[in-house]
């Protein structure tokens, strides 16, 4: 090789470095080839931990949601108790007496006794939560529609039976608001009486 030759080899080698660092980086990655799937399994990793905290974060909300809903549902309970309360001790009284019929307060009070009492373990369920809270609230909603289910038998039933067979219509406007709102409340209730295998049906309790 002539000398001018020489020199036009080593000015292409000076001339173009990146040749010569591809190389390197190629000779380095025959030397390492389990770099590259070592720093996939490591972002792998990353994604598989940033997967499981959302999960978690998103099954601790999911919780919160029901306990939540949950709570909402016993405030319903609890407001249909004292309705019912209302209706029985104010509307349906007024209604005997506007009939000229004798109300029985003792055994009213002893129904809004009981109703009382269902509201008051309602109240301590809101501070309470799984099993428990599940199994009491149905035993709730059982003694509820059972204190009703009295209710029309021995209260309601009675007075509309005798106003029907009046000739001449007493004043109706109390057991006319008595009515219209134990019906509403009824159908509400039905609601909350309607679990996964059994259905307690409350609308044999309606006036009509």
């Known amino acids: ?9 080593a000015e292409e080698e000076i001339e173009n470095p990146e040749g010569a660092t591809e190389a390197g980086e190629e000779s380095q990655r025959q030397e390492d080839p389990l770099g590259d799937l070592s720093e996939l399994e490591k972002i792998k990793k990353e994604l598989e931990a940033e997967k499981a905290k959302a999960a978690k974060e ?3 909300g999911e919780e919160e949601e029901e306990d939540l809903r949950e709570v909402d549902y016993l405030q319903k ?3 249909l108790a004292v309705q019912f309360d209302h209706h029985v001790g104010v509307y349906l009284m007024a209604g005997y007496i506007d009939c000229g019929l004798r109300y029985d307060h003792k055994l009213a009070d002893s129904y809004l ?5 269902i509201q008051g373990f309602l109240r301590l369920l ?3 939560d799984g099993v428990t809270r599940e199994t009491v609230t ?3 909603i059982i003694r509820l529609r059972n204190v009703l289910q009295e ?3 021995n209260l309601v039933k009675p007075v509309y039976k005798e106003v029907g067979l009046m000739k001449k219509k007493p004043k109706m406007e109390n057991l006319d608001n008595f009515k219209r ?3 509403e409340r009824l159908n509400e209730f039905q609601s909350a009486c309607d679990f996964e295998y059994q259905i307690l049906d409350v609308k044999n309790f309606l006036v009509n």
């Open 1 to 9: 090789m002539s000398d001018q030759e020489t020199k036009s080899n």
């Open 58 to 60: 998103l099954e601790e």
């Open 77 to 79: 309970l609890i407001t």
């Open 113 to 117: 006794k009981h109703l009382g009492t």
């Open 126 to 128: 809101e501070k309470v």
């Open 138 to 140: 149905k035993d709730c």
């Open 151 to 153: 209710i029309h038998k």
């Open 181 to 183: 709102d134990w019906n």
